[in-house]
């Protein structure tokens, strides 16, 4: 027997939520054990980010598959990427690639039952996750699978902010077990009082946000229509590590429940970098949320003095050369939303130049128009396609080859929000190799020195 159920295209984290979330479904419906249901789900989302991360889109088909009389729940995920080389040495162990890639299939397949995975170059990687279901499992036929297929089908959208507010605490809660659990086993394995301590600190953040949301509540009332649709994103972004740090957690527990001490520190990087996600998610995200809220005092700003400021700040790859023009205008504006743009645009360039032959270089100019100052970031690293150039400005988009830990996809949307706040715009150059990242600032607010 092999009854297909239901498919997901993965074009964006959205689509890694809700592969999630239709793997824990699936996993009652047939009856799995809770500790089974979050084993399986993490092990197909940590599957699916890595077809995001490393080739940009995929899919991923969920079926029920009879194999010598035993039932199990199976998701075949694929890509059309470019293959994974050291396919067997990776799952072996004997070989570890130094950008660390690899560790989420290794961790995955531990939490299956079966795991099979073909790798071919230039033509893609398929790989089948199957997990058995219980003997004494609920009825399964046909036509209870057509149903399933159904329910998916029409299953209703949850409200954006009812569900911010039940994962937020759901979230806490996580927080508050997984520190006692950590106490717990504290004996057997130091490096989880480490990871205590980290989510801890992530704790205070989020409850910080909690306690803001609350005191603001009446302001986020009358500004609601224009933050629905930035909501029901939010939502499902947070969502993602969310459920990957509880399933990892409950696999540590598990692990450690069964004395196998080396497999529970083989998770804990997979913890880090979910909790370092989060990190950087709840930072972009308040600072988009604020832009256009806040009453900022003007004040004179030196545009040279401020693109210093902020290169202090970044970290320059050995080789790459940073060239300021001498002209930079001085103007009177809010100092915080220039810092903001040029943290990102000039962030972007350090972050994504591939340095070609160990050199690279990024320039910053200006040039005055009759209404306004027009800036350019532009840098000669690897460019960006023609059909890119809108949707890297998109809430939480990134190009399909960006592989970078940090990437959140708000940087540029914030920058376009701030610059659609002052009634001016931001646009891409590219053609080829280098990118050129122009936009425009009032020349109603320029000012001279004395």
């Not at 040495?89 to 795991?115: C, M, T, W």
């Amino acid at each position: 027997m092999d009854l297909p159920i239901t498919t997901i295209k993965l074009q964006n984290e959205l689509d890694v939520v809700l592969a999630y979330k239709r793997t824990m479904q699936l996993s009652e419906f047939t009856g799995l054990p809770t500790a089974a249901q979050t084993k399986f789900a993490t092990a197909v989302s940590e599957i699916c980010r890595n077809v995001l991360e490393h080739v940009g889109e995929g899919a991923i088909k969920f079926s029920m598959v009879e194999v010598r009389h035993v039932l199990l729940l199976e998701a075949y995920i694929t890509d059309r990427g470019r293959g994974i080389p050291h396919v067997q040495e990776i799952l072996d162990r004997k070989y570890i690639p130094a950008s660390g890639k690899g560790q989420g299939i290794y961790n995955s397949r531990k939490l299956v039952d079966h795991f099979q995975l073909e790798s071919d170059f230039e033509k893609g990687t398929r790989i089948r996750l199957q997990k058995r279901i219980p003997a004494n499992h609920p009825p399964i036929n046909k036509a209870i699978i057509q149903g399933w297929a159904d329910y998916f089908t029409h299953e209703s959208d949850v409200s954006p902010y009812a569900e911010i507010k039940r994962q937020n605490m759901q979230l806490i809660e996580l927080m508050e077990q997984l520190r006692v659990r950590t106490i717990e086993a504290e004996y057997q394995l130091q490096e989880i009082q480490h990871l205590n301590q980290e989510l801890q600190s992530s704790n205070q953040e989020i409850n910080a946000l909690l306690q803001e949301r609350e005191n603001h509540n009446q302001e986020l009332e009358k500004v609601n229509k224009t933050l629905d649709e930035f909501a029901q994103t939010v939502t499902h972004d947070l969502k993602a590590p969310l459920h990957n740090i509880r399933g990892l957690a409950e696999a540590v527990t598990d692990f450690l429940e069964e004395n196998s001490v080396e497999e529970a520190q083989a998770v804990m990087p997979m913890i880090q970098l979910q909790v370092k996600r989060m990190d950087h998610l709840i930072r972009d995200v308040l600072a988009y949320s604020l832009t256009g809220r806040q009453q900022i005092q003007k004040k004179i700003v030196s545009t040279s003095e401020l693109v210093y400021n902020v290169l202090t700040t970044l970290a320059i790859p050995e080789g790459l050369q940073i060239f300021v023009a001498e002209d930079l205008p001085e103007i009177e504006a809010e100092e915080i939303f220039l810092q903001q743009i040029f943290s990102n645009l000039l962030s972007n360039a350090l972050k994504y130049h591939d340095l070609p032959g160990g050199s690279g270089n990024v320039w910053i100019s200006a040039k005055r128009h009759p209404a306004c100052w027009e800036f350019v970031v532009a840098d000669d690293g690897p460019g960006i396609a023609p059909e890119d150039h809108e949707k890297v400005f998109e809430l939480f988009e990134t190009t399909s080859d960006v592989n970078h830990p940090d990437s959140t996809g708000i940087g540029l949307a914030l920058v376009r929000k701030i610059l659609q706040e002052k009634g001016e715009r931001v646009w891409i150059e590219s053609t080829g190799r280098g990118t050129a990242m122009h936009f425009t600032w009032p020349l109603s607010e320029e000012t001279f020195p004395e």
